[in-house]
T-cell receptor
Framework: AQSVTQPDIHITVSEGASLELRCNYS??????LFWYVQSPGQGLQLLLK??????LVQGIKGFEAEFKRSQSSFNLRKPSVHWSDAAEYFC????????????FGTGTRLLVSP | EPEVTQTPSHQVTQMGQEVILRCVPI?????FYWYRQILGQKVEFLVS????????KSEIFDDQFSVERPDGSNFTLKIRSTKLEDSAMYFC?????????????FGSGTRLTVV
């Protein structure tokens, strides 16, 4: 069965510090992988996505993620966090064929301290 | 940048009442979806819609739910007789090509509270 695990419910980092949000997935075939961000009162905004090729993908707002097939992971990183990055982050996985129903993780809430 | 628009942003309804959640997808998109997120839980797929018919639905999407694209621009989710457990944030999404390379665009959600 398809599943996504985000083991950290909350993470607090200091402004300017680096960030890594963890995501592990279980999927029967080669998945498409996504990271979305949700600010309070806002919709789900796509940060980045991985389909194939280079396993390090760059996204918006200075985020990047690395696909590691051997670890079934797709961790999100940012070298220097800004206060405006405080939000909820969701990892999602979908099939690479047909209508792509996304399976989401439970999300990680990022808090940024001054 | 094109947006998916959802209305209302927040709706409170009494148990047993019917509610209609509205979405205006991006105009050239062909694939439409509803997801929901119960407070504190993960975002869950409800239904996908293409070519004026449901293409896939989840176990959650029972006979109490229906979707419609009544006028070529709106995409609605109807809950016939709401239950307390229907309280959740409902997200509409659209895609140009069924997700994949094109990805999805999500709306900002409708928070439904059933009392």
């Amino acid at each position: 069965a398809q599943s996504v695990t985000q083991p950290d419910i909350h993470i607090t980092v200091s402004e300017g510090a680096s960030l890594e949000l963890r995501c592990n997935y279980s999927y029967g075939a080669t998945p498409y992988l996504f990271w979305y961000v949700q600010s309070p009162g806002q919709g789900l905004q796509l940060l980045l996505k991985y389909f194939s090729g280079d396993t390090l993908v760059q996204g918006i707002k200075g985020f990047e993620a690395e696909f590691k097939r051997s670890q079934s992971s797709f961790n999100l990183r940012k070298p220097s966090v800004h206060w405006s990055d405080a939000a909820e982050y969701f990892c999602a996985v979908g099939p690479n064929t047909g209508f792509q129903k996304l399976v989401f993780g439970t999300g990680t809430r990022l808090l940024v301290s001054p | 940048e094109p947006e998916v628009t959802q209305t209302p942003s927040h709706q409170v309804t009494q148990m047993g009442q019917e509610v209609i959640l509205r979405c205006v997808p991006i105009s050239n998109h062909l694939y439409f979806y509803w997801y929901r997120q119960i407070l504190g839980q993960k975002v869950e797929f409800l239904v996908s819609f293409y070519n004026n018919e449901i293409s896939e639905k989840s176990e959650i999407f029972d006979d109490q739910f229906s979707v419609e694209r009544p006028d070529g621009s709106n995409f609605t989710l109807k809950i016939r007789s709401t239950k307390l457990e229907d309280s959740a944030m409902y997200f509409c999404a659209s895609s140009a090509s069924g997700g994949g390379v094109a990805g999805y665009t999500f709306g900002s959600g409708t928070r439904l509270t059933v009392v």
